[in-house]
């Protein structure tokens, strides 16, 4: 699927551009989509070999195990192909949580950590998995609780509610992620879809390299870290011990109430919050605090089972170098043909093509440039939506769709040549459909929803 839509964007955009004598707007478009991807790929280094250092001391502590243990349920009807007890169900817990709470720099390396995990579990090396498929269409359409660079614009523009589109951003996002997980699960039973019938190759992704991994025995043709389970390399701490990371919840939750109720404690409040009620200023809260604690909380729940924290640390980091480098080449295939096909004014030309459609349906055509980059670049989306603000007026009907769209969908394309990229996945077989099917849902919800919200 992917190699259709590559194909299909790079041609499109030498015909556009040359009809529109617009081939120089197309040449710079492909040098800049590569610069913009080694600068994404280069940014994302440190964070990446910081989270996955943070997350290896959470897996040799068993606390990786026992969070997706606690929450087997709701995961294994999502994932019925993984174990349980798999450590890709706690990587992808804690990434679906992180972008719940809007955090997106730590989101995206717990993500990438949860594909390796899925691969480990792929008989088909290169091909994407159903799992795979279903937790991409989970992260294009995500949960989140608090869409705060919209809100900022909004109150940038100076928004006389600029928190008005929090319970719309939730109820859109909600559609979409339903529709992405329905359209996954749908689209895997096709026969365009379906995983072909091969016989698994011993140590490439097969339950025996699985069940080898995680008894810890290196894979010789893997250069990953053997996994150890927790009852090897974890001791359950004793004494006082064990009371510490009880004390540190108990800080953070002293923290929380602090910042979120400050007249309690006689303490001055922040005029950007006094206007917000006590549900935003808690999930605002929540996305303050929860790097610190989960920056304090692992290395000290790992520390009281005897965990060398800093080999531990150091030993996950350097894992980072190496994805890195394997999202560079899908990073920088991906954004090129996106760079020349906006270059080439395919974007403009889709407008004037869709509008005489849409129009009729009381769609706002304003909204269709920002509708139709969302699932190719961010950047350029966010750049929209602040033309659409500043235009119409913050507090526009229009500009509260466009808002709504913004923190209710998500780029699709850019996710997959990360995440895929990430593991060498060539085949994305109906991840993308799954997506951008996730995507719409959240245009067409974000329209319906503010019309009745705010009309």
């Not at 026969?191 to 140590?203: C, D, I, K, M």
């Not at 200023?281 to 729940?301: D, E």
């Not at 440039?369 to 699932?375: H, N, Q, T, V």
Request: net charge positive.
């Amino acid at each position: 699927m992917l190699n259709y839509i590559w194909l299909a964007l790079v041609v499109l955009a030498v015909a556009i551009g040359g009809w529109n004598n617009r081939l120089s707007e197309v040449t710079a478009g492909a040098f800049d989509g590569a610069k913009t991807a080694v600068t994404i790929a280069l940014g994302l280094i440190g964070i990446m070999a910081l989270w996955l250092g943070v997350m290896r001391l959470a897996e040799r502590a068993g606390l990786v195990q026992r969070i997706a243990r606690g929450l087997r349920p709701i995961m294994r009807r999502l994932f019925p192909d993984v174990p349980p007890e798999h450590p890709a169900m706690g990587s992808m817990l804690m990434n679906m949580a992180a972008n719940m709470l809007g955090l997106g720099n730590a989101a995206t390396p717990l993500g990438l950590r949860a594909m390796r995990d899925l691969e480990r579990l792929n008989p088909r090396p290169g091909v994407a998995s159903n799992a795979m498929c279903t937790f991409l269409a989970i992260n294009t359409a995500s949960v989140q609780l608090i869409p705060t660079t919209a809100i900022a614009l909004l109150a940038a523009a100076g928004s006389a509610r600029p928190t008005a589109i929090v319970g719309t951003a939730l109820l859109a996002t909600l559609c979409a992620a339903t529709v992405a997980i329905t359209s996954a699960r749908l689209l895997e039973k096709l026969p365009f879809f379906r995983l072909p019938e091969t016989s698994p190759v011993a140590g490439v992704g097969d339950p025996g390299r699985d069940t080898a991994v995680t008894a810890g025995i290196s894979d010789p043709g893997s250069t990953q870290p053997a996994e150890v389970p927790d009852n090897v390399i974890a001791v359950e701490p004793r004494g006082w011990r064990r009371f510490l990371p009880f004390l540190l919840v108990l800080f953070f939750l002293g923290l929380f109430v602090r910042l979120v109720f400050p007249g309690w404690f006689n303490l001055p409040a922040d005029p950007n919050t006094v206007a917000q009620n006590a549900f935003v200023r808690s999930v605002n809260t929540l996305s303050i605090l929860a790097i610190p604690f989960l920056l304090s909380f692992f290395p000290v729940y790992a520390a009281t089972r005897r965990i060398k924290v800093y080999e531990e640390f150091v030993e996950g980091a350097k894992e980072g170098f190496g994805v890195i480098l394997k999202i560079i080449p899908f990073l920088v295939t991906m954004l090129v043909a996106i760079s020349m096909f906006k270059g080439a004014g395919g974007i403009d030309l889709l407008t004037r093509l869709l509008t005489p459609v849409l129009t009729p349906l009381q769609f706002p055509p304003d909204l269709l440039p920002l509708a139709l980059m969302r699932p190719l670049s961010g950047s350029a989306t966010l750049a929209l939506l602040t033309d659409i603000i500043h235009r119409l007026g913050p507090d526009n009907i229009v500009s509260l769709m466009a808002a709504t769209i913004y923190g209710s969908t998500e780029t699709t394309f850019y996710v997959a040549a990360v995440y895929f990229g990430s593991v060498a996945v060539k085949q994305t077989r109906h991840a993308i459909p799954a997506g951008l099917l996730g995507d719409l849902a959240g245009v067409i919800a974000s329209v319906v929803i503010c019309r009745v919200v705010f009309a």
